[in-house]
């Protein structure tokens, strides 16, 4: 009796976005997987781990002697990098998981109009991914840098 029925799969993999959905999710995990790894990283080499180390004596940076010679920038375009990615990747996922809402009205119909309105709405769709990308660049920056200044690698 089900036989004539069409079974339907409402997994968030299908569709004309799935694979991408799919290869966000996997990015993203990817990407905390390395913030944490950073996280460790950071926190191994941090002078706070030598028991002779004074804090406020203007002497921050790793006490590791392979890790001494890296320069304070390259800690700060490392936390940016890093803060990049990951903004880019969420803003990226959250778009890609708004599309059917994005194209569709309440009512369920296609949106209709003129070319001007399709653009404005396109125009203003892309405006608020951007924003919400520098607000969560600038968060996660400000949150990486504060935890590298509290392990006294950038002074």
Not at 47 to 67: E, M, T, Y
Request: without cysteine.
């Amino acid at each position: 009796m089900t036989g004539n029925r069409r079974q339907s799969n409402h997994s968030p993999f299908n569709g004309p976005l799935g694979h991408q959905t799919f290869y966000a999710w996997v990015s993203l995990g990817l990407l905390l997987l390395l913030t944490i790894a950073s996280g460790v990283f950071v926190y191994q080499v941090s002078p706070l781990r030598d028991p002779a180390f004074q804090p406020n004596s203007a002497n921050a940076g790793s006490l590791i002697p392979g890790v001494r010679q890296v320069q304070e920038s390259y800690w700060l375009w490392g936390a940016a990098g890093l803060a990049g990615l990951l903004s880019t990747n969420l803003v990226l996922l959250l778009w890609q998981l708004s599309q059917p809402f994005n194209t569709v009205d309440i009512a369920g119909q296609q949106l209709r109009g003129t070319r001007v309105a399709r653009w404005m709405v396109l125009i203003v769709m892309l405006g608020t991914y951007v924003g919400l990308g520098l607000v969560l660049f600038a968060g996660l920056y400000f949150l990486f840098m504060g935890y590298l200044i509290g392990q006294w690698l950038v002074d």
